[in-house]
């Protein structure tokens, strides 16, 4: 029988074990330096996409494009070292071994191709309406070629991974714009203090700030805070203070320090701008604009949360909402009612009484109340506290006089017994919402009315003190210039010349100010040589102001850079047209959103529409900006059956058909616009615009939706604006 021989085979084993494990660290090696390739392709292709955003915005001049692109590079890490001359216009890349730059295809620095560790290219030249045409360029494309680093694949030879990143921005420089802008009334009395502004020929934030009368002399006093004396008339005396003369408050109105549920005292005046919804024409003060102050917010600005509601005596003694102070807590409620504060001094021993000038503002309360009190008294009764009532709220236009006290709040007598020569404080709380309060009068005369005289008298017992003094309080809002004598020089580290017209008394001076100056801003971004822009403004209802300016119009050679303006037209032509006509809009009227946007479509159409002939370029990209700071309210200029026969707006819960009907046109001219390649943005001002309307006219035709809270967040708003029309990656 044969023997059969089995060979030893545990040494194979091992062999096979070290080739697997050799094979899953390849796979494992393979996975880990590719998932970093990914990574870092990611990464580039952001870099690129950023770079070439940014540099077509500086298009068409290409060689800032370039530049640009090449900073943005730098800032993401994919840079050359670069060194940029310091008026922008020359650049040097001082990585010169690794990195490789490319543009319009010719070599710039750098190592060969092969060499190179990263490769960037930049390429305008193929974008070119003419190839030979610099500065022509409306795209830029941006590329970007890296070493990825690898790890474990090293081992297999291979010691990198290019990766590639590319992107293709374009700046659309064929625009046509119609700007759409709301001048309602509310676009100037949103501010605090209603009135102090009105039109002036200086552009913002040049020319006076129609402050309170402040008549200094040579030593820098104010003639209301000399002194002259009470009135004498008819034997008896009278202390007349202008109440926005005050002396001290007790509420904070500034913004910055101010608490939602607080109220506040606030300067108003009553000139030629104030809107008739107000109320209070009629007031006296030592100047043409009758000044008073008002018991800010009113309820109807307040929202449905019911913070800021003063309350009237009845919810004091229920211990609602506000308080006076703390020595009657019994009142309660979370804030204290602002109180404002007048410091006077009697000529004589005896009974004094105290009238007021005063409005009721709340028409939602059947009456309107002051509470008020006199601080320092030296007989020893303490702090006397009254209320008095005022007319019905629905009366509330009407000023009356009333004298305080007498029988009303504690029964307390009308006249109180106070020393010649001795000074007091007169504190005056709010009651109820918006009351308005004009004149008070301090006498010794006992009779229950004032004489006529005394009533519409311009003497004025002028012995102001602490803040009414004080040539730096807002009140007195100066000039950018002291060059008029009449205004105070504020000296004040606080409040340095010439920034007290800054104060949120006047804030922006109003928001139509704030709107119009951001809308040129954006305006001034334009190139005539390429882009128009109309303007339509709307309140009750719409007016075209410009039609498209100015490349169909004027013609290229008029319009762009370098032309002679002696020769008949101004190169400057958008800047005498649109600009021109926003600083000269101001506000007043109802809100018509609806027939703005449908003129807006008219200006864009290329067509002659009620004789006129309209200026849109069939090849630009057709873009309108409406911006609000209300409700579409009024259905002037557009009350025709069409445009509200179908329930347009799904939201129609107002209760007001015209409101309703308003909301459909508005809809119903938006889907017109989209119809005819029309692109609506839309921007709201404050906390009272139709937000959702606003957002559903964007979304609609393919535009964005934007809300600035307060004015001063326009500016940046516009800015995203500008790179969202003109700006977009196309590859």
Not at 454 to 460: A, L, P, Q, W, Y
Not at 656 to 679: E, F, H, L, P, S
Not at 685 to 709: F, H, R, S
Request: aromatic share 10%.
């Amino acid at each position: 029988m044969n023997s059969i021989k089995i060979r030893d085979e545990k040494g194979q084993s091992l062999i096979l074990v070290a080739f697997a494990i050799l094979t899953l660290l390849a796979f494992v090696g393979l996975a880990v330096d590719l998932g970093m390739a990914y990574v870092e392709r990611i990464r580039v292709r952001r870099a690129a996409d950023a770079a070439a955003l940014a540099a077509a915005a500086e298009l068409p001049l290409e060689d800032a494009a370039h530049i640009r692109a090449l900073e943005y590079l730098e800032d993401n890490d994919y840079g050359c070292d670069l060194q940029v001359s310091a008026d922008a216009t020359m650049f040097s890349c001082n990585d010169t071994s690794t990195v490789r730059l490319e543009i319009n295809g010719n070599y710039i620095s750098g190592p060969a191709e092969d060499d190179a560790t990263r490769t960037v290219r930049l390429n305008t030249v193929d974008f070119r309406d003419d190839p030979y045409q610099a500065d022509s360029a409306d795209r830029i494309r941006v590329e970007i070629i890296e070493d990825a680093p690898v790890y474990f694949m090293k081992l297999f030879d291979f010691f990198k991974v290019p990766v590639k990143g590319s992107a293709t921005a374009e700046n659309i420089n064929h625009l046509d714009i119609a700007l759409v802008f709301d001048r309602s009334g509310s676009m100037e009395f949103d501010t605090l203090c209603y009135g102090c502004w009105t039109p002036s020929s200086d552009e913002y934030p040049d020319g006076h700030r129609y402050p309170l009368l402040w008549d200094g002399d040579t030593n820098g006093q104010p003639d209301h805070c000399e002194g002259n004396g009470p009135l004498v008339y008819s034997g008896k005396k009278y202390i007349i203070i202008e109440a926005e003369e005050y002396g001290m408050l007790s509420n904070a109105y500034n913004r910055a320090l101010y608490t939602q549920g607080y109220t506040y005292w606030v300067l108003q005046r009553n000139g030629s701008q104030t809107p008739s919804y107000i109320g209070h024409a009629g007031a006296y003060g030592r100047d043409s604009y009758g000044g008073y102050i008002e018991h800010m917010p009113p309820r109807i600005f307040i929202g449905a949360d019911g913070l800021g509601i003063p309350c009237t005596w009845a919810d004091l003694n229920n211990g609602r909402m506000c308080r006076r102070d703390a020595q009657l807590s019994a009142w309660g409620g979370p804030y204290p009612a602002p109180r404002v504060d007048y410091k006077f001094t009697v000529p004589d021993n005896g009974t004094w009484y105290f009238w007021i000038r005063g409005q009721g503002g709340d028409r939602y309360n059947s009456l309107s109340y002051i509470h008020w009190g006199i601080d320092d008294n030296p007989i020893g009764a303490g702090r006397v506290d009254h209320y008095s009532s005022y007319p019905n709220g629905a009366d509330s236009s009407r000023w009356d006089w009333r004298r305080l006290g007498c029988g009303e709040g504690y029964s307390l007598p009308c006249g109180q017994s106070l020393l010649k020569n001795h000074t007091y404080t007169l504190n005056i709380w709010a009651g109820t919402s918006g009351f308005a309060l004009d004149r008070i009068v301090i006498t010794n005369n006992s009779s229950s009315s004032l004489p006529s005289h005394v009533r519409t008298s311009n003497h004025f017992d002028n012995n102001r003190t602490d803040w009414a003094c004080d040539p730096c309080d807002a009140r007195f809002g100066g000039s950018p210039s002291p060059a008029d004598p009449r205004l105070p020089t504020c000296t004040s580290a606080m409040a340095p010349q010439p920034y007290r017209y800054l104060d949120d008394i006047y804030d922006d001076e109003q928001p139509i100010r704030a709107a119009t100056e951001s809308a040129k801003k954006f305006i001034r971004r334009l190139d005539p040589r390429y882009d128009q822009i109309g303007y339509v403004y709307y309140s009750s209802s719409a007016t075209i102001k410009d039609r498209l300016e100015c490349v169909r119009r004027r013609g290229i050679d008029t319009c762009g850079a370098g032309y002679d303006p002696d020769s008949g037209l101004s190169s400057d032509i958008i800047e005498n047209t649109v600009i021109k006509h926003l600083d000269q809009t101001h506000a007043g009227g109802s809100t018509n959103i609806g027939h703005g946007i449908m003129l807006g479509k008219d200006v864009l159409s290329n067509r002659v529409i009620d004789g006129h002939q309209n200026y849109g370029r069939p090849g630009a990209a057709h873009i309108m900006i409406v911006m609000t700071d209300g409700r579409t309210n009024t259905l002037s200029g557009v009350d025709t059956p069409e445009c509200y026969q179908d329930d347009l707006w799904p939201h129609n819960d107002t209760g007001n058909t015209t409101w309703d009907r308003a909301k459909d046109c508005a809809v119903y001219y938006a889907m017109q616009a989209r119809n005819n390649g029309i692109v609506i943005y839309t921007i709201t001002l404050g906390n009272t615009a139709d937000v959702e309307l606003m957002q559903y006219i964007a979304e609609l035709t393919g535009g964005t939706y934007n809300n600035a809270p307060r004015p001063e967040q326009l500016d940046p708003i516009f800015d995203d604006l500008y790179k969202r029309i003109f700006l977009r990656l196309v590859d």
